[in-house]
């Protein structure tokens, strides 16, 4: 069983962060380009004359799965559009601070940040999630992350948010992992065991085989590819 070493944190961290599962997306999205070209977004039915400038980007109503932070592929509102290779590299100096500060493994956090949003940082989830490594609003909030779309405070909140969750694990890997997604108060809910998810499940065997990739290469390239 791999394991991450627990470390204590010197900071105040909200319980309900620990015990928060995290939110399902329901509505549909709707996307609408104004006359100066600015896209705008919203959950929430277009009403009244402006009703036809809208168009339905994503649709998500009863009996179809919920959307889940990092696994809604094809629905995204802002999808991963960047192919430059130069990407795994561009945020190495963010990615070491947070890995040296949190003491979390290099190759976790890339597995983690490969995974949420491809090495793009402008990506934004229907449920709501944004940047390098997908943090909701409530992780944004309680991790204290001053712009999620700024590559250094999202990395420096997700790895934070890690390390909170691999102390809370007793550092096992999966349900760090598993916790990440779909919440700790998910994995509490089922016994301290992955949640029977499938985008859960899914989720964590991607980062995983992310993960192994990643170990398999220098620390100083791995970024690379």
């Given at each position: 069983m791999?394991?991450?070493?627990p ?5 105040v961290?909200?319980v309900a ?5 995290a939110?399902?997306?329901r509505?549909?999205i ?12 919203t959950n929430?039915?277009?009403k ?12 998500n109503?009863p ?15 802002v ?8 990407r795994?590299?561009?945020y190495d ?18 597995a ?9 940082p402008?990506v934004?989830?229907s ?6 490594m997908?943090?909701m609003?409530s ?21 934070r ?5 691999a ?7 999966s ?7 779909a919440?700790a ?31 398999g290469l220098?620390?100083?390239r791995?970024?690379s590819?």
């Amino acid at each position: 069983m791999r394991r991450l070493v627990p470390v204590v944190l010197l900071v105040v961290v909200a319980v309900a962060l620990l015990a928060a599962a995290a939110p399902v997306a329901r509505a549909d999205i709707y996307e609408w380009t104004d006359a100066e070209g600015v896209v705008h977004f919203t959950n929430l039915e277009p009403k009244g004359e402006h009703k036809k400038t809208w168009k339905v980007v994503y649709r998500n109503g009863p009996g179809k799965a919920a959307a889940r932070r990092g696994r809604c592929e094809r629905c995204d509102v802002v999808p991963a559009n960047e192919r430059s290779r130069d990407r795994f590299a561009r945020y190495d100096a963010h990615i070491f601070e947070a890995i040296g500060l949190y003491q979390i493994p290099e190759a976790l956090v890339r597995a983690v940040i490969k995974v949420e949003s491809d090495y793009d940082p402008r990506v934004v989830s229907s449920a709501g999630a944004r940047g390098l490594m997908q943090l909701m609003p409530s992780v944004v909030k309680d991790m204290r992350v001053g712009d999620v779309h700024d590559p250094r405070d999202n990395v420096l909140g997700g790895t934070r948010l890690l390390r909170v969750l691999a102390n809370r694990f007793d550092g096992d890997l999966s349900l760090t992992i598993a916790a990440y997604h779909a919440g700790a108060g998910a994995v509490l809910k089922y016994g301290r065991n992955i949640p029977p998810y499938e985008t859960t499940q899914r989720y964590v065997k991607m980062v995983l085989k992310q993960y192994r990739h990643f170990q398999g290469l220098p620390a100083t390239r791995s970024a690379s590819r």
